[in-house]
């Protein structure tokens, strides 16, 4: 079944400089790769998600590229702040088993 | 518009005790999923279901029984808990399977001791 990998564990970025998260899975078959936040407290909430017939989604700070020949996506968040700070979670899934597997997660500390 | 909602919040159970926890969504979802989330292991599916009557088991299912009797009400069943099932619960629903946004509720915390 699909396995997903998930870089760094933990991540600090100063306020105002970009942060980056990147994410492989194993199963080509792997279509829709949304990326979720949590915060203290709470359930996941999604942030932002790509379609495997697209390299690359943009919204407003957050972005997300895909490339598909060496199965990896990335989370880049840019102009980071402190709202930032929050625990951050790629996953995969496929039309063959309908099942969305997720990363260990990213915990985002944003430093003042 | 509720949303997501799980039942209990926080729960206490010693060793071999059963109990539910109660999932219901009130957005006309056919897709319903139960995580588990422990410390350094992300978030781990343990049953999903497609619609009313059809269930199916994720990761880590072994311990775990689940029923789709209503589009509403997913409701995940520990039949004799164990310490490792210690762990925060997560319920979800999306309008179409996995590959659309999934809707999380608030999460049930569960200590078997």
């Known amino acids: 079944g699909e396995n997903v990998e998930q870089h760094p564990s933990t991540l600090s970025v100063q306020e105002g400089d970009s942060a980056v998260i990147k994410c492989t899975y194993s199963d080509s078959a792997s279509n829709y790769f949304p990326w979720y936040k949590q915060e203290l407290g709470k359930g996941p909430q999604l942030i932002i998600d790509?379609?495997?017939?697209?390299g690359e989604k943009k919204d407003q700070r957050i972005a997300v590229t895909l490339n598909k020949t060496a199965k990896h996506f990335s989370l880049h968040i840019t102009e980071t702040q402190p709202e930032d700070s929050a625990v951050y979670f790629c996953a995969a899934s496929t039309f063959r088993d309908d099942k969305i597997i997720f990363g260990k997660g990213t915990r985002l500390h944003i430093l003042p | 518009n509720a949303g997501v909602t799980q039942t209990p919040k926080f729960q206490v159970l010693k060793t071999g005790q059963s109990m539910t926890l109660q999932c219901a969504q009130d957005?006309?979802?056919?897709?319903m999923s139960w995580y588990r989330q422990d410390p350094g292991m992300g978030l781990r599916l343990i049953h999903y279901?497609?619609?009313?009557?059809?269930?199916d088991q994720g990761e880590v299912p072994n311990g775990y029984n689940v029923s789709r009797s209503t589009t509403e009400d997913f409701p995940l069943r520990l039949l004799s808990a164990a310490p490792s099932q210690t762990s925060v619960y997560f319920c979800?629903?999306?309008?179409?399977?996995?590959?659309?946004?999934?809707?999380f509720g608030q999460g049930t915390r569960l200590t078997v001791v």
């Open positions: 279901s497609v619609g009313a009557g059809i269930t």
């Open positions: 979800a629903s999306s309008h179409e399977g996995s590959r659309t946004e999934a809707f």
């Open positions: 790509i379609r495997s017939n697209v």
């Open positions: 957005m006309n979802h056919e897709y």
